[in-house]
């Protein structure tokens, strides 16, 4: 997308758009995004990949982290915030066979292409000076159908709020079944992610992906003073990040997931990862509401699927 298609689409938006008090269009290099900002957060959402950057309260508490060392590229990923991770999650081959079945190539990148397509801005709904409505789409197309050869359609909402809420529903188009496995690949936000924890996982079984892909289970808390990389089972539909040092904590609440996957990559990793800065590691844990592993999702003719998280703060 040239720089003179993208001022073209943003004076369209704005034309569109114009009567939201709450948003404003901009580009960030190769990129288009909105900034939406009322009364109780500000947020930054990026129409490639429907991709979430940032949600802020306005009292200040950061909840969403981005890497400062991000790139704004066509068709590449960009590291942090809330990447939409379709139709695979992480390494294709390490997917059910279900999920490796519906997809008619091997030679893909990790986490599907959800994250790196544009998608749709669909509506923009302020209910109030309080909260702002953001809903995207994505239809299949002749690109998507070199790698997943079905209909399809996604949407997903944002509700920025005093909490921060995403829909997200996947329709299967196509005349045959397909399977799917997916995430929304959180990056929250920490001080120091040694002085924070998770809670709600503990007696869970995880599939340890630094230990041969072996079956583990949890003994109360999550602590990070490692690399951390696990797909946990059977999950509940709530679980908490802590942070000890500041007595608060990051509620988060979720449906049509029954998976987690809870990553930091340590010291070593942090270096080897692109758009990723030594010691950001410190700065973000990421807790990824997901159908992974056994988790995965077949649909039907017709049939759709939704997941839900919810994000507030005590």
Excluded at 65 to 76: G, H, L, R
Excluded at 106 to 117: I, K, M, P, Q
Aim: a negative charge; one cysteine or more; charged letters at 20%.
């Amino acid at each position: 997308m040239t720089l003179y298609s993208n001022q073209s689409q943003i004076a369209q938006l704005q034309l569109k758009y114009g009567a939201c008090g709450s948003v404003s269009f901009f580009q960030h290099d190769d990129l288009i995004g909105l900034d939406i900002k009322n009364q109780q957060a500000q947020a930054r959402i990026f129409l490639q990949g429907a991709h979430l950057t940032k949600y802020e309260l306005q009292s200040g508490q950061e909840i969403i982290w981005c890497s400062p060392d991000a790139s704004y590229e066509k068709s590449k990923a960009i590291r942090g915030g809330i990447p939409v991770c379709w139709p695979w999650f992480g390494d294709l081959s390490k997917n059910p066979d279900q999920v490796k079945r519906s997809i008619c190539t091997s030679d893909v990148a990790a986490h599907g292409f959800a994250r790196n397509l544009v998608w749709q801005l669909s509506s923009i709904v302020e209910s109030s000076q309080d909260e702002t409505l953001v809903t995207l789409s994505l239809h299949s197309s002749d690109y998507t159908k070199t790698y997943f050869p079905y209909d399809f359609e996604l949407e997903i909402e944002f509700l920025i709020s005093d909490h921060l809420q995403l829909n997200w529903k996947v329709t299967n188009c196509s005349h045959d079944s397909f399977s799917y496995s997916a995430a929304l690949h959180t990056y929250f936000s920490v001080d120091d992610v040694r002085e924070n924890s998770v809670s709600g996982f503990s007696g869970l079984n995880y599939i340890d992906a630094l230990d041969e892909w072996s079956v583990c289970k949890q003994a109360g808390d999550i602590y990070f003073d490692r690399e951390v990389d696990r797909i946990y089972q059977d999950t509940p539909s709530k679980f908490c990040i802590n942070n000890s040092s500041e007595k608060r904590s990051v509620v988060v609440e979720s449906s049509g997931s029954k998976s987690s996957v809870v990553w930091n990559p340590w010291v070593a990793k942090s270096k080897a990862l692109s758009d990723f800065g030594d010691l950001d590691y410190l700065k973000m844990l990421c807790v990824e509401t997901a159908n992974a592993d056994r988790d995965f999702v077949t649909l039907q003719q017709g049939q759709s699927q939704i997941m839900s998280i919810k994000i507030t703060t005590t």
